[in-house]
């Protein structure tokens, strides 16, 4: 995709999160010679744990991450092995265990640190701006907005991006829309050195991922970089006030609490309950109700989470994120005006993000009753299929 010159103006461009939209963004920005700031509220790239692993998609993020000139870098970053799926009944009988061929590259895995690092590493020193959380972002006279920030600075700027994620505090300049829970909620187990300290669970999880669900519940692990695994207890939990009301927060009361949820299912599984490392961290899941759409506002467009937050299961939340970031981009290099390039983006990403939903759907159905069955496993030879053959028509369009 070839861009056409740049626009002689030079807006002042703040993107407010440098998490994997907002990065991609910053990048192509800056390979078309564009400025831009990049607002965040952490230390540092690696001031705090950035989550687990993400499979990175042919026809989206890996398309986003060619623009940014960085695809070679991902490739010998990611772990093509990372794409293997096991899937499991509450009983542990193994419903379909798929290898991917040596050479698959449709959705390879790569570390949300690494990743993230890659990212803010091509950017030009000075890009990002750490240590800075946004308190509030207002509108001014001149059709401009204000940005002011926990540490007391402010910054004034043409066009405002809301790249910050679930909570996004530049979403209310656009909508008054608001995460919901999901009504499932995962409680996070850790496994550390997991070959040598933890070889039951390493064979259980193998290179890939490994799911087992039924009765409403289950256990999910993923294996990522350096011998970690990370193991997600999906439980449904009643929400108070909007929000989940939470297990007892004592590592031992919750593993006891888990337990007794668990009870009847498989040892084999009853070991991401058991033998984690360290205190279990509770994750609820949020949604954003879709379509979620927003009247244009002149200034400001969102991306990603903050756009269009969506149940984690297929995998779309990073990869969406970095293709909308990069047709932003791509969007702001090929128009006279920012306001024409933000129309332009949000009338491709809206209707995208509007007919994927926000994956309740998805969760009501692998959580649900009773016990599953190989009929309920997604092929997931075709799905790489599917990300080569949707890759190849964003490149033809």
Known sequence: MNATPTPASAPRIAVIGAGPGGLTCARV???????????????????????????????????????????????????????????????????????????????????????????????????????????????????????????????????????????????????????VHSGVTFIEAHFDRVDTDHPEVAALVGDGHTFATGDHKGLLAQRNANQHVRAYIAVREESEGGRPAGLPGDTEAVRAALLEQFT??????????????????????????????????????LLGDAAHLMSPFGGNGANLAMLDGCELALALARHDTVDAAVTAYEEVMLPRAAALGDGADILARVFGPGDRTAADVPDFGREKEEYRRAAAAYGNR
């Open 29 to 179: 920005l800056e390979r078309h010679g564009i400025a831009v700031t990049v607002y965040e509220r952490d230390a540092s790239a690696d001031a705090r744990d950035q989550g687990g692993t993400l499979d990175l998609h042919a026809d989206s993020g890996q398309i986003a991450l060619a623009e940014a000139g960085l695809l070679d870098e991902f490739f010998a970053l990611s772990r093509p092995e990372g794409q293997a799926k096991r899937a499991l009944n509450r009983h542990g009988e193994v419903l379909a265990d798929y290898t991917p061929p040596a050479d698959e590259d449709a959705a390879p895995e790569i570390d949300r640190g690494p990743l993230r690092t890659l990212l803010a590493d091509s950017l030009a020193p000075g890009t990002v701006r750490w240590g800075h959380a946004l308190r509030s972002a207002a509108a001014l006279p001149d059709g401009t907005h204000r940005l002011t920030f926990d540490n007391g600075t402010t910054a004034d700027a043409d066009l405002v991006i809301g790249a910050d994620g679930a909570w996004s505090r530049v979403r209310p300049l656009v909508s008054d829309a608001v995460p």
């Open 264 to 301: 009847g299912w498989d040892e084999r599984l009853r070991l991401l309950i058991t033998d984690n490392d360290g205190p279990y961290v509770h994750r609820p899941l949020f949604v954003l109700p879709a379509p979620h759409t927003w009247p244009h506002t002149p200034g400001v467009t």
